[in-house]
């Protein structure tokens, strides 16, 4: 979905709207910077992706480290989701929605022995195991609380998705997941681990990965482990795909839903099992925006600058991974002159940066922009970075919005301190 043909966040009248109501009026009450997430956008593509798996059984888990303000997760949770997470706090926020914990997979290459007990107690449907100390650990926690616990292992096929290394997780240097000829073996003498039911295999090779290439490269190789161990007797019940389908932040030619299938399908068409995949980014980025205000325009030197109140604290991606995103104006403003500015937030870093050296319509004072596809890993990853509050999120459905978090006051800054 691009981010120019968007219909959850379009300009009427030269007015960003978000589906029915104009930007401009919810921060006129809410204030900025704010995040505004489109309901309508989360639940149309989760539906197109799930419609595109209706020719295999599967279970799609939402990866709630993307956005998991509640609302955003009970949106998808009534579209009937399940739910990747990747710690006590997100498993936390989930079941406080009173999920179903057989709707929950836990990931993560590092999760501590209370987590496994936690994951264990609430009977989550699956944990995910990364290495073989962990499947000790699990297999002991097991023990004691007299349980059998379900595991999936993930494995790193060492494939290279090709996008910023720092979200390149299926590469062999890379720290996630266990060597496919460890699984294997693993796997073959999985007798040893009697408190351990293995159900799956799973992978996750990385995030905004924009073409199919690396997953084909990476479903291949997981099901053609899944296939031998089929043939040693060993019949896992489900394979996990992960995430990391990417998205449009500029004007990248994206796959869809469909092409992604259609490129996958050859290799899991035959494995008689259960298809999971966790999408987050996907479903949650062009569903959202951080707006902010124009404090002030200069120029240092020869070099404009756009000085907002939205920072990198609030949107961390510029920053740390030189992500681009759109930044359009809340009110279209026709014949103005055209600059090529950084847009800075007020953060003492040069690295507070929502763009640099882009072309932009010259703001004035008081006007909002909006940094477009700012809804996923957006305010999961803010801070309170130079004693900055976190921004309010609205959420819009179709000509009505709700405040969904408050923007945080000056006691909640304090609130945990002791003094
Ligand atoms: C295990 C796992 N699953 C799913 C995801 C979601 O990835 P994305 O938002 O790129 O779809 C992540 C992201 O880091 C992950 O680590």
């Given at each position: 979905?691009?981010?120019?043909?968007s219909?959850?966040?379009?300009?009427?009248?030269?007015?960003?709207?978000?589906?029915?109501i104009?930007?401009?009026?919810?921060l006129?009450?809410?204030?900025t910077?704010?995040?505004?997430y489109?309901?309508?956008?989360?639940?149309?593509?989760?539906?197109e992706?799930?419609?595109?798996?209706?020719?295999f059984s599967?279970k799609?888990f939402y990866?709630?480290?993307?956005?998991?303000?509640?609302?955003?997760?009970?949106?998808?949770?009534?579209?009937?989701?399940g739910?990747?997470?990747?710690s006590?706090g997100?498993?936390?926020?989930?079941?406080?929605?009173?999920?179903d914990?057989?709707?929950?997979i836990?990931?993560g290459v590092g999760?501590?022995?209370?987590?496994?007990?936690?994951?264990?107690?609430?009977?989550?449907?699956?944990?995910?195991?990364e290495?073989?100390?962990?499947?000790?650990?699990?297999?002991?926690i097991?023990?004691?609380?007299n349980?059998?616990?379900?595991v999936?292992?993930?494995?790193?096929?060492d494939?290279?998705?090709?996008?910023?290394?720092?979200?390149?997780?299926?590469?062999?240097?890379n720290k996630?997941g266990i060597?496919?000829?460890e699984?294997?073996?693993i796997?073959?003498?999985?007798?040893?681990?009697?408190?351990i039911e293995?159900?799956?295999?799973?992978m996750h090779?990385?995030?905004?990965?924009i073409?199919?290439?690396?997953?084909?490269?990476?479903?291949?190789k997981v099901?053609d482990?899944f296939?031998?161990l089929?043939?040693?007797?060993?019949?896992?019940?489900?394979l996990?795909?992960?995430?990391?389908?990417?998205?449009?932040y500029?004007?990248e030619?994206?796959?869809?839903?469909d092409e992604?299938?259609?490129?996958?399908s050859?290799?899991?068409?035959?494995?008689d099992?259960?298809?999971?995949?966790?999408?987050?980014?996907?479903?949650?980025a062009?569903?959202?925006?951080?707006?902010g205000?124009?404090?002030y325009?200069k120029?240092?030197?020869?070099?404009?600058f756009?000085?907002?109140?939205?920072?990198?604290?609030?949107?961390l991606?510029?920053?740390?991974?030189g992500s681009?995103?759109?930044?359009?104006?809340v009110?279209m403003?026709?014949?103005?002159e055209k600059?090529l500015?950084d847009?800075?937030?007020?953060?003492?870093?040069?690295g507070?940066?929502?763009?640099?050296?882009?072309?932009?319509?010259?703001?004035?004072?008081?006007?909002?922009l909006?940094?477009?596809?700012s809804g996923?890993?957006?305010?999961?990853?803010?801070?309170n970075?130079n004693?900055?509050r976190r921004?309010?999120?609205?959420?819009?459905?179709g000509?009505s919005f709700?405040?969904?978090?408050?923007r945080?006051?000056f006691?909640?800054?304090?609130y945990?301190?002791?003094?």
């Amino acid at each position: 979905m691009d981010v120019f043909d968007s219909k959850y966040f379009l300009y009427q009248n030269n007015q960003l709207y978000c589906e029915k109501i104009p930007v401009k009026e919810i921060l006129e009450e809410v204030g900025t910077p704010a995040y505004i997430y489109s309901k309508k956008f989360f639940i149309d593509t989760y539906k197109e992706f799930d419609s595109s798996l209706i020719n295999f059984s599967h279970k799609i888990f939402y990866a709630v480290k993307a956005n998991f303000n509640l609302s955003v997760i009970k949106t998808f949770s009534d579209l009937g989701s399940g739910f990747d997470v990747n710690s006590e706090g997100e498993l936390y926020r989930v079941m406080k929605l009173g999920i179903d914990s057989s709707k929950i997979i836990f990931s993560g290459v590092g999760k501590t022995a209370n987590e496994i007990k936690i994951a264990l107690e609430n009977d989550l449907l699956l944990i995910k195991a990364e290495s073989q100390e962990e499947l000790i650990t699990i297999d002991s926690i097991a023990k004691n609380l007299n349980k059998k616990a379900k595991v999936a292992i993930r494995v790193n096929p060492d494939v290279d998705p090709k996008t910023h290394p720092y979200i390149s997780t299926g590469l062999a240097e890379n720290k996630f997941g266990i060597d496919m000829a460890e699984a294997k073996e693993i796997f073959l003498n999985s007798g040893i681990y009697k408190n351990i039911e293995f159900t799956g295999l799973d992978m996750h090779i990385g995030s905004q990965i924009i073409t199919v290439d690396p997953f084909v490269s990476a479903v291949e190789k997981v099901s053609d482990l899944f296939q031998k161990l089929k043939l040693e007797g060993i019949h896992l019940k489900h394979l996990d795909l992960g995430g990391g389908i990417g998205v449009v932040y500029n004007h990248e030619k994206i796959f869809s839903a469909d092409e992604y299938v259609g490129a996958i399908s050859p290799y899991i068409r035959n494995l008689d099992c259960e298809i999971f995949i966790e999408p987050g980014r996907y479903f949650t980025a062009n569903g959202g925006i951080l707006a902010g205000k124009v404090l002030y325009s200069k120029k240092n030197h020869d070099k404009n600058f756009i000085i907002v109140d939205a920072a990198m604290n609030d949107l961390l991606r510029p920053s740390i991974y030189g992500s681009y995103h759109q930044i359009l104006p809340v009110e279209m403003k026709l014949n103005r002159e055209k600059i090529l500015a950084d847009i800075v937030g007020p953060v003492c870093e040069s690295g507070d940066f929502l763009a640099k050296n882009r072309a932009i319509i010259k703001p004035e004072q008081g006007e909002y922009l909006a940094v477009m596809s700012s809804g996923s890993y957006g305010m999961t990853m803010a801070s309170n970075y130079n004693a900055r509050r976190r921004p309010p999120e609205i959420l819009v459905d179709g000509d009505s919005f709700r405040i969904v978090r408050n923007r945080e006051t000056f006691e909640h800054l304090l609130y945990d301190e002791i003094f």
